[in-house]
């Protein structure tokens, strides 16, 4: 059985900074990426940054490019989003995501499984 728990999410004001953790845990190892989403209220999930297994490739979404840091340690089975520079427009439920064949960058295209999420508020 897969699983994964996010953890880190919080308020913070605008210009903070917080770091994500999603810790995974099952059938993992033959997976192609994991990944990180968001889904603000009234929204479709997005995705926000994404690496494969091996750690050779990282996407960003266009909007946290520069301000967003994905990475994992697959010795201890997490991946970390961290987060600075961060925006009212950040305030969404974040959510981890394991993806066996697809980019974990589209949420309707994923192949896998799903975290339960964590809240992050950037007030102005």
């Known amino acids: 059985q897969v699983k994964l728990v996010e953890s880190g999410g919080g308020s913070v004001q605008a210009g903070g900074s917080l770091r994500l953790s999603c810790a995974f845990s099952g059938a993992t190892d033959h997976r192609n990426c994991l990944g990180w989403f968001r889904q603000a209220p009234g929204k479709e999930r997005e995705g926000v940054a994404a690496?494969?297994?091996?750690?050779?490739?990282?996407t960003y979404a266009d909007s946290v490019k520069g301000r967003f840091t994905i990475s994992q340690d697959n010795a201890k089975k997490m991946i970390y989003l961290q987060m600075n520079s961060l925006k009212p427009d950040d305030t969404a439920l974040y959510y981890c995501?394991?993806?066996?064949?697809?980019?974990?960058?589209?949420?309707?295209?994923?192949?896998?499984?799903w975290g339960q999420g964590t809240q992050v508020t950037v007030s102005s």
């Open positions: 690496i494969s297994s091996g750690g050779a490739t990282i």
């Open positions: 995501a394991i993806d066996y064949i697809g980019e974990c960058m589209r949420a309707a295209d994923l192949k896998g499984y």
